[in-house]
């Protein structure tokens, strides 16, 4: 996925509407499509937790909707850090929201955290896919949404999806939406 750049941006909206500009510009639209299921999924939702947050563009979207607490999920916060960081912190502080940083591999211990909604938006592999969700798919109370489950480096490919398949079936979930267009989102509720 592109870097984005940053010019003239000094709050959290700027920030969120640049990026989005940014991404739909170079991925094309509906890139962002899974940003429309993290509002509507977070409504009754007290957290959210990501895994893959890079510059921030779908951290700065739930941070928006002002759930209680947020917990980002990177293996490098390299990117977060040289931007973002300091504006989603005051924007948390002012809005009561608990931020919780996490700089670890998203299928290790120290990454585990209960949360309402969980997005996967990492290391796009279906084995790694299938051990995040073994090791997190007991801590989530409510829904995981999963970005790229139609494209997959470029090409069509269902690998992603076909594990969250599995994974609903195996532990009785449900899926409750699942977009196509550009590289597609998938949904999965309790
Ligand atoms: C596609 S980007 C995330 C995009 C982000 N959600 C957004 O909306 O801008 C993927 C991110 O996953 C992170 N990542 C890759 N492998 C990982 C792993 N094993 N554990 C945690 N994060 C990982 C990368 O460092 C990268 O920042």
């Known amino acids: 996925m592109i870097n984005a750049e940053f010019n003239n941006v000094n709050t959290l909206e700027e920030f969120y509407s640049e990026i989005v500009r ?5 991925h094309g639209e509906h890139y962002c499509g899974h940003h429309n299921a993290i509002r ?3 409504k ?3 957290s959210y937790m990501e895994l893959g947050t890079h510059q ?3 951290a700065a979207c739930a941070m928006l909707c002002k759930p209680e607490r947020i917990t980002l999920v990177d293996i490098s916060m390299k990117k977060f850090n040289s931007f973002l960081r300091p504006l989603a912190e005051e924007y948390c502080d002012k809005n009561d929201i608990h931020l919780g940083i996490k700089e670890c591999d998203s299928t290790s ?3 585990i955290n209960n949360t309402d909604i969980l997005l996967i938006d990492s290391l796009h592999h279906p084995a790694h896919m299938k051990k995040e969700l073994d090791l997190h798919g007991g801590n989530v109370n409510n829904y995981i949404i ?6 997959l480096h ?7 999806f076909n594990v969250l ?6 532990n009785n979930w449900k899926i409750l939406d699942r977009e196509t267009r550009n590289v597609g989102y998938t949904v999965l509720g309790k």
Do not use: M
């Open 154 to 160: 470029g090409k069509p490919n269902e690998a992603l």
């Open 146 to 151: 999963a970005h790229d489950t139609s494209i």
């Open 22 to 26: 940014q991404q739909t510009e170079s």
């Open 165 to 170: 398949y599995d994974f609903s079936i195996s």
């Open 40 to 42: 509507k999924y977070i």
């Open 44 to 46: 009754n939702c007290n």
């Open 56 to 58: 921030g563009a779908t």
């Open 109 to 111: 211990l120290g990454s």
